[in-house]
Nanobody, 115 residues
Framework: QVQVVESGGGLVQPGGSLRLSCAASGRIFSINVMGWFRQAPGKERELVATITSGGSRNYADSVKGRFTISRDNAKNTVYLQMNSLKPEDTAVYYC?????????WGQGTQVTVSS
């Protein structure tokens, strides 16, 4: 079994920055994909960014140039550096780990961008 735990959410003003962290523990494969998704009230969950264990990154168009995903394979941890935050970035951010045929989600962390 795999456990996924996010941290780092909070309230920030427009134009500010936040850094999210996600740690996976348990039976972790060396080859996997970790990523961030978000869900705003009344909307479907959407992709924010993903990164493979080899370092290949993928971003949603809405966050390109503002968000950066990175990972520490030794710690099975993925990070999301969010800069130039906008009110429309407000959502619950979920971390996902995918390996083999299985997918594991964290409980989510709230990010609120408001003045």
């Amino acid at each position: 079994q795999v456990q996924v735990v996010e941290s780092g959410g909070g309230l920030v003003q427009p134009g500010g920055s936040l850094r999210l962290s996600c740690a996976a523990s348990g039976r972790i494969f060396s080859i996997n994909v970790m990523g961030w998704f978000r869900q705003a009230p009344g909307k479907e969950r959407e992709l924010v960014a993903t990164i493979t264990s080899g370092g290949s990154r993928n971003y949603a168009d809405s966050v390109k140039g503002r968000f950066t995903i990175s990972r520490d394979n030794a710690k099975n941890t993925v990070y999301l550096q969010m800069n130039s935050l906008k009110p429309e970035d407000t959502a619950v951010y979920y971390c996902k780990t995918a390996q083999g045929f299985s997918t594991y989600w964290g409980q989510g962390t709230q990010v609120t961008v408001s003045s």
